[in-house]
């Protein structure tokens, strides 16, 4: 995937679908499928025009976002995206009204198609809106096309609500809406080795300070790593039976024995399974961390059962 900095040329014909993609949710999704399906056609790039900051820092409404910059680039990517545009929200950029908006959009790829949500904004006030994209280009073969809202359980889906349910934990209603289940890019570094030393493999993650925070608790999950993935648990939060108050994503992996410290891995969450609890002594824990390793895989080998089985005392 190429990225081009919004403003520099780039030789390429391109398909724009639009927006900041911030939490790259289905809605979103279906924009960048138009987007694809129109460069196929076109014999065109597929490219994401999107920002690398967060806009809302500059307006003083700053709030945690759901993945970073680099997190969006592998939901995008995922999504088939071949060029992503990107632009730094600033001053600079925030007094571009739509017309100079466009007038560097232009400048810097061939514009074949231009793709968006029907309630896209852009320029300053966001005064540019769709009736402006047709008049823009009204006068070239540039295809202008918009795509509906989609909604969940009747509602429009929307970067609040997986902001919401995220924070709550909940993260199968947020996968029902994301173009793929919520995750975490993170270089493993080193810990205490207590779960090692327990017979349960870890990988510890820092998350970004700016990313939202996920609640915590223990989560069902899947780490990708070298190109393979495994199931694993990861405890988000902090480790109460061992008297340690630090906040930290540390993942227990199934069928897995390794050195992995300094790697990169994608972390993705599908299900809270509880709270963090002080269990008294690491053999407690441990007998819990059996349980829940049985209720991972029971999850992933049979996710229409929502039972697990029952724990011996």
């Keep these: 995937m190429k990225l081009i900095e919004f403003g520099k040329k780039h030789s390429s014909e391109a398909v724009i679908a639009a927006g900041f993609f911030d939490c790259v949710h289905k809605g979103h999704g279906a924009v960048i499928s138009q987007a694809a399906a129109t460069a196929g056609r076109l014999g065109a790039e597929c490219a994401v025009l999107t ?29 088939g995206v071949q060029t992503v545009i990107f632009a730094d929200f600033d001053k600079g950029f925030m007094s571009l009204n739509a017309k100079d908006f466009l007038d560097k959009l232009t400048s810097t790829v061939e514009v074949k198609a231009f793709v968006c949500g029907k309630d896209y904004s852009f320029g300053k006030n966001a005064e540019g809106d769709v009736k402006f994209l047709h008049e823009y280009f009204s006068d070239t073969a540039t295809e202008i ?60 993650i820092i998350p970004s300070a700016d990313k939202l925070a996920l609640k915590e608790g223990v989560y069902a999950t899947r780490l990708q790593l070298d190109g393979k993935v495994y199931s694993a648990g990861t405890n988000v939060g902090t480790k109460p039976t061992f008297a340690d108050s630090a906040f930290s994503v540390e993942s227990y992996i199934l069928d897995f024995d390794g050195d992995i410290y300094g790697k990169t891995v994608k972390l993705s969450f599908y299900k809270r399974l509880r709270d963090i609890s002080d269990f008294g002594s690491a053999e407690a824990l441990g007998k819990q961390l059996e349980y829940d390793t049985l209720c991972i895989r029971k999850y992933f080998s049979d996710k229409t059962e929502d039972k697990y089985p029952k724990r011996e005392q």
Excluded: C, W
């Excluded at 920002?51 to 990517?77: C, M, V």
């Excluded at 969940?152 to 209603?173: H, P, W």
């Excluded at 809406?177 to 349960?200: C, D, I, Q, W």
């Design 51 to 79: 920002f690398r900051n967060d806009p809302s820092s500059l307006i003083g409404k700053k709030t945690k976002q759901l993945y970073t910059f680099e997190e969006r680039l592998s939901a995008l990517a995922s999504l």
């Design 145 to 204: 096309r918009t795509v509906e809202f989609l909604e969940n359980d009747g509602i429009k889906i929307s970067s609040r609500l997986i902001k919401n349910a995220v924070a709550e934990g909940d993260v199968e209603k947020a996968n029902t809406m994301l173009s793929e289940p919520y995750f975490m890019l993170g270089n493993v570094v080193h810990a205490h080795k207590r779960g090692t030393g327990m017979g349960f493999p870890t990988a510890n």
